[in-house]
T-cell receptor, first 113, second 113 residues
Framework: QQQVKQSPQSLIVQKGGISIINCAYE??????FPWYQQFPGKGPALLIA?????SEKKEGRFTISFNKSAKQFSLHIMDSQPGDSATYFC????????????FGPGTSLSVIP | KAGVTQTPRYLIKTRGQQVTLSCSPI?????VSWYQQTPGQGLQFLFE???????NKGNFPGRFSGRQFSNSRSEMNVSTLELGDSALYLC????????????FGSGTQLSVL
């Protein structure tokens, strides 16, 4: 029940295209859903996060879509750029700073020119 | 503010040895979490320390242990190393009371031969 599933494992997108990464969870107590971005040789960094009281959150070219009834959420990267090439992790926690953050297995995104 | 600092950056050990990894959190952060990152498995939660006490624990064997000092610096110890312990070990800090956002270090790459 603590698991967060993520797909696809890897993704190749043309420059200017839309990258879509999907995640699913089981634990209905999860209340906070962040996405982290990791470049080679670096630790992950928070990209964008959402709480279940909204169905969508947008920050620049990055959008999270959230479907509470399906227990799924996804990251959309519009106008994908080569600089977006990185590994993306979805995650979930119970929405307090006291709870552990559980990560999905990650998606390796390559944006080709 | 300085970021999260992990030392050493690389480590090579042989089976059966033990190893200690160090993490210095962002100034003012009282929570330190440890994650194991391997290809395909993503980030697996090891444990979290807050104000010198273990607050959350993942599903790792007892060979993996940690501690936190009064200045919030944390160490992780792995005893009786196995080949499967080869991984990138990431440390993340957060303030621990008001904000769920994790700030990661660049990790310690451990190779067990």
């Amino acid at each position: 029940q603590q698991q967060v599933k993520q797909s696809p494992q890897s993704l190749i997108v043309q420059k200017g295209g839309i990258s879509i990464i999907n995640c699913a969870y089981e634990n209905t107590a999860f209340d906070y859903f962040p996405w982290y971005q990791q470049f080679p040789g670096k630790g992950p960094a928070l990209l964008i996060a959402i709480r279940p009281d909204v169905s969508e959150k947008k920050e620049g070219r990055f959008t999270i879509s959230f479907n509470k009834s399906a227990k799924q959420f996804s990251l959309h990267i519009m106008d994908s750029q080569p600089g977006d090439s990185a590994t993306y992790f979805c995650a979930a926690s119970k929405g307090t700073s006291y709870d552990k953050v559980i990560f999905g297995p990650g998606t390796s995104l390559s944006v080709i020119p | 503010k300085a970021g999260v600092t992990q030392t050493p950056r690389y480590l090579i050990k042989t089976r059966g040895q033990q190893v200690t990894l160090s993490c210095s959190p962002i100034s003012g952060h009282r929570s330190v979490s440890w994650y194991q990152q391997t290809p395909g498995q993503g980030l697996q939660f090891l444990f979290e320390y807050f104000s010198e006490t273990q607050r959350n624990k993942g599903n790792f064997p007892g060979r993996f242990s940690g501690r936190q000092f009064s200045n919030s610096r944390s160490e992780m110890n792995v005893s009786t190393l196995e080949l499967g312990d080869s991984a990138l070990y990431l440390c993340a800090s957060r303030d621990g009371t008001t904000n769920e956002k994790l700030f990661f270090g660049s990790g310690t790459q451990l190779s067990v031969l």
